[in-house]
Protein backbone atom coordinates (compact mmCIF):
# COMPACT_ATOMS: atom_id res chain seq x y z
CA UNK A 1 0.00 0.00 0.00
CA UNK A 2 1.35 3.48 -0.69
CA UNK A 3 -0.31 4.83 2.87
CA UNK A 4 -2.36 7.52 3.29
CA UNK A 5 -1.93 10.03 0.01
CA UNK A 6 -3.13 13.88 0.40
CA UNK A 7 -3.61 16.33 -2.29
CA UNK A 8 -2.35 18.93 -3.02
CA UNK A 9 0.47 19.08 -1.06
CA UNK A 10 0.95 23.05 -1.21
CA UNK A 11 -1.82 25.06 -1.46
CA UNK A 12 -2.29 29.02 -1.64
CA UNK A 13 -5.07 30.95 -1.67
CA UNK A 14 -6.55 34.38 -1.57
CA UNK A 15 -8.60 35.30 1.44
CA UNK A 16 -12.49 34.26 0.47
CA UNK A 17 -11.85 31.90 -1.90
CA UNK A 18 -12.64 28.41 -1.14
CA UNK A 19 -10.36 25.39 -0.49
CA UNK A 20 -10.30 21.41 -1.01
CA UNK A 21 -8.41 19.34 0.89
CA UNK A 22 -8.11 15.78 -0.23
CA UNK A 23 -7.68 12.23 1.25
CA UNK A 24 -6.99 8.71 0.20
CA UNK A 25 -6.40 6.57 3.39
CA UNK A 26 -4.74 3.34 4.14
CA UNK A 27 -7.38 0.46 2.15
CA UNK A 28 -8.86 -1.22 5.21
CA UNK A 29 -8.47 0.98 7.76
CA UNK A 30 -11.89 1.78 9.35
CA UNK A 31 -10.78 4.96 10.98
CA UNK A 32 -10.03 8.13 9.20
CA UNK A 33 -8.98 11.76 11.01
CA UNK A 34 -8.18 14.86 10.05
CA UNK A 35 -5.53 17.22 12.09
CA UNK A 36 -4.44 20.76 11.31
CA UNK A 37 -0.95 21.45 13.12
CA UNK A 38 0.78 25.06 13.88
CA UNK A 39 3.76 26.09 16.02
CA UNK A 40 1.18 27.86 18.27
CA UNK A 41 -1.39 25.01 19.00
CA UNK A 42 0.45 22.06 17.98
CA UNK A 43 -1.51 18.91 16.62
CA UNK A 44 -5.04 19.46 17.03
CA UNK A 45 -7.83 16.82 16.23
CA UNK A 46 -10.70 18.70 13.59
CA UNK A 47 -12.44 15.41 13.11
CA UNK A 48 -13.05 11.65 12.47
CA UNK A 49 -14.89 9.07 10.59
CA UNK A 50 -15.37 5.27 11.56
CA UNK A 51 -16.76 3.85 8.03
CA UNK A 52 -17.36 6.81 6.65
CA UNK A 53 -19.60 8.35 9.01
CA UNK A 54 -18.43 10.94 11.02
CA UNK A 55 -17.69 10.42 14.42
CA UNK A 56 -16.44 13.98 16.57
CA UNK A 57 -16.35 17.34 14.87
CA UNK A 58 -15.90 18.71 17.79
CA UNK A 59 -12.14 19.84 17.24
CA UNK A 60 -13.69 21.63 13.99
CA UNK A 61 -13.18 25.64 14.39
CA UNK A 62 -16.48 27.08 12.90
CA UNK A 63 -18.73 26.57 10.42
CA UNK A 64 -16.36 27.72 7.40
CA UNK A 65 -14.96 23.98 7.73
CA UNK A 66 -16.28 20.91 6.63
CA UNK A 67 -15.69 17.71 6.16
CA UNK A 68 -16.95 14.75 3.98
CA UNK A 69 -16.20 10.99 3.41
CA UNK A 70 -18.30 9.55 0.46
CA UNK A 71 -16.93 6.26 0.42
CA UNK A 72 -13.86 4.17 2.47
CA UNK A 73 -11.36 5.38 -0.17
CA UNK A 74 -11.48 9.38 0.10
CA UNK A 75 -12.07 12.45 2.11
CA UNK A 76 -12.02 16.00 1.36
CA UNK A 77 -11.81 18.69 4.31
CA UNK A 78 -13.19 22.35 3.00
CA UNK A 79 -12.63 25.37 4.30
CA UNK A 80 -15.10 28.00 2.40
CA UNK A 81 -14.61 31.24 2.78
CA UNK A 82 -10.63 30.61 3.62
CA UNK A 83 -9.22 33.11 5.89
CA UNK A 84 -5.58 33.77 6.61
CA UNK A 85 -6.00 32.26 10.46
CA UNK A 86 -6.32 28.91 8.76
CA UNK A 87 -3.07 29.06 7.18
CA UNK A 88 -1.39 25.47 8.58
CA UNK A 89 -0.21 22.18 7.92
CA UNK A 90 -3.73 20.36 7.58
CA UNK A 91 -3.14 16.38 7.50
CA UNK A 92 -5.22 13.29 7.33
CA UNK A 93 -4.54 10.00 8.92
CA UNK A 94 -5.93 6.62 9.13
CA UNK A 95 -5.90 3.73 11.31
CA UNK A 96 -7.25 0.32 11.71
CA UNK A 97 -9.16 1.30 15.05
CA UNK A 98 -9.60 4.67 16.87
CA UNK A 99 -6.53 4.36 19.19
CA UNK A 100 -4.08 2.13 17.58
CA UNK A 101 -1.31 3.63 15.17
CA UNK A 102 -2.11 6.14 13.28
CA UNK A 103 -0.88 6.65 9.51
CA UNK A 104 -0.24 9.87 8.43
CA UNK A 105 0.02 11.68 5.03
CA UNK A 106 2.49 14.11 3.93
CA UNK A 107 0.16 17.00 4.63
CA UNK A 108 -0.90 19.88 3.28
CA UNK A 109 0.69 22.90 3.34
CA UNK A 110 -2.16 25.78 3.23
CA UNK A 111 -1.27 29.44 3.06
CA UNK A 112 -4.15 31.75 3.14
CA UNK A 113 -3.15 35.05 2.01
CA UNK B 1 -10.16 18.94 28.13
CA UNK B 2 -7.39 16.15 28.30
CA UNK B 3 -4.08 17.72 28.44
CA UNK B 4 -0.60 15.94 27.67
CA UNK B 5 1.92 18.64 28.31
CA UNK B 6 5.68 17.51 27.10
CA UNK B 7 8.98 19.05 28.20
CA UNK B 8 11.27 20.53 26.94
CA UNK B 9 9.13 22.35 24.02
CA UNK B 10 12.38 22.59 22.35
CA UNK B 11 15.92 21.16 22.85
CA UNK B 12 19.38 21.81 21.24
CA UNK B 13 22.07 19.46 21.55
CA UNK B 14 25.57 18.35 20.34
CA UNK B 15 25.86 14.80 18.67
CA UNK B 16 27.00 12.29 21.06
CA UNK B 17 24.82 13.67 24.33
CA UNK B 18 22.23 11.98 26.07
CA UNK B 19 18.54 13.72 26.47
CA UNK B 20 15.17 13.11 28.15
CA UNK B 21 11.86 14.61 27.13
CA UNK B 22 8.78 14.46 29.15
CA UNK B 23 4.95 13.73 28.39
CA UNK B 24 2.75 14.46 31.50
CA UNK B 25 -0.99 14.35 31.97
CA UNK B 26 -3.54 14.34 35.12
CA UNK B 27 -5.48 11.70 33.20
CA UNK B 28 -5.00 8.00 33.19
CA UNK B 29 -4.46 6.71 29.69
CA UNK B 30 -5.42 3.41 28.67
CA UNK B 31 -2.10 3.87 26.29
CA UNK B 32 0.52 5.60 25.00
CA UNK B 33 2.24 5.86 21.48
CA UNK B 34 4.99 8.30 20.84
CA UNK B 35 5.69 9.72 17.26
CA UNK B 36 8.54 11.49 15.39
CA UNK B 37 7.63 13.83 13.23
CA UNK B 38 10.10 14.92 10.65
CA UNK B 39 10.14 18.22 8.53
CA UNK B 40 7.61 18.13 5.69
CA UNK B 41 6.42 14.61 7.17
CA UNK B 42 3.17 13.90 9.01
CA UNK B 43 4.16 11.91 12.20
CA UNK B 44 5.77 8.25 12.52
CA UNK B 45 4.94 5.88 15.19
CA UNK B 46 7.73 4.79 17.52
CA UNK B 47 6.29 2.93 19.79
CA UNK B 48 2.99 1.93 21.95
CA UNK B 49 2.92 1.37 25.43
CA UNK B 50 0.38 -0.05 27.62
CA UNK B 51 1.38 -1.16 31.05
CA UNK B 52 2.23 1.08 33.94
CA UNK B 53 5.93 0.70 34.65
CA UNK B 54 6.82 -0.95 30.85
CA UNK B 55 9.83 -0.03 29.33
CA UNK B 56 10.52 -0.40 25.91
CA UNK B 57 14.03 0.12 23.83
CA UNK B 58 14.07 0.90 20.23
CA UNK B 59 17.82 0.65 19.42
CA UNK B 60 19.21 3.95 21.64
CA UNK B 61 15.48 5.28 22.03
CA UNK B 62 13.97 3.89 25.77
CA UNK B 63 10.47 4.58 26.89
CA UNK B 64 9.00 4.32 29.59
CA UNK B 65 5.48 4.78 30.71
CA UNK B 66 4.69 5.39 34.34
CA UNK B 67 3.47 3.84 37.16
CA UNK B 68 0.24 5.51 37.08
CA UNK B 69 0.17 5.36 33.33
CA UNK B 70 -0.07 9.65 33.68
CA UNK B 71 3.62 10.32 32.35
CA UNK B 72 5.72 8.93 29.88
CA UNK B 73 9.16 9.56 29.27
CA UNK B 74 11.82 9.14 25.84
CA UNK B 75 15.59 8.73 26.68
CA UNK B 76 17.78 9.00 23.81
CA UNK B 77 21.34 7.49 24.24
CA UNK B 78 24.06 9.16 22.26
CA UNK B 79 22.21 11.38 20.24
CA UNK B 80 22.67 11.43 16.39
CA UNK B 81 21.77 14.17 13.73
CA UNK B 82 19.47 11.92 12.40
CA UNK B 83 17.62 12.10 15.68
CA UNK B 84 15.95 15.71 14.79
CA UNK B 85 12.88 16.32 14.93
CA UNK B 86 9.33 16.89 16.43
CA UNK B 87 8.60 13.64 19.35
CA UNK B 88 5.23 13.77 19.82
CA UNK B 89 3.56 11.47 22.68
CA UNK B 90 -0.48 10.76 22.24
CA UNK B 91 -2.54 9.05 24.29
CA UNK B 92 -5.89 7.49 24.87
CA UNK B 93 -8.41 7.77 27.93
CA UNK B 94 -11.05 4.53 27.77
CA UNK B 95 -10.09 3.70 24.45
CA UNK B 96 -11.29 6.70 23.04
CA UNK B 97 -9.56 8.96 20.10
CA UNK B 98 -5.61 10.05 20.21
CA UNK B 99 -4.99 12.92 21.96
CA UNK B 100 -1.41 14.11 20.95
CA UNK B 101 1.12 16.42 22.98
CA UNK B 102 1.93 19.59 22.61
CA UNK B 103 5.69 18.16 21.24
CA UNK B 104 8.88 18.27 21.97
CA UNK B 105 11.29 20.03 19.18
CA UNK B 106 14.87 18.61 18.99
CA UNK B 107 17.92 19.42 16.82
CA UNK B 108 21.11 17.34 17.40
CA UNK B 109 24.21 19.43 16.20
CA UNK B 110 26.99 16.83 14.15
Known amino acids: DAGVIQSPRHEVTEMGQEVTLRCKPI?????LFWYRQTMMRGLELLIY????????DSGMPEDRFSAKMPNASFSTLKIQPSEPRDSAVYFC???????????FGQGTRLTVV | TQLLEQSPQFLSIQEGENLTVYCNSS?????LQWYRQEPGEGPVLLVT?????EVKKLKRLTFQFGDARKDSSLHITAAQPGDTGLYLC??????????FGTGTRLQVFP
Open chain 1, 49 to 56: FNNNVPID
Open chain 1, 27 to 31: SGHDY
Open chain 2, 27 to 31: SVFSS
Open chain 2, 49 to 53: VVTGG
Open chain 2, 90 to 99: AGDHNTDKLI
Open chain 1, 93 to 103: ASSHTVNTEAF
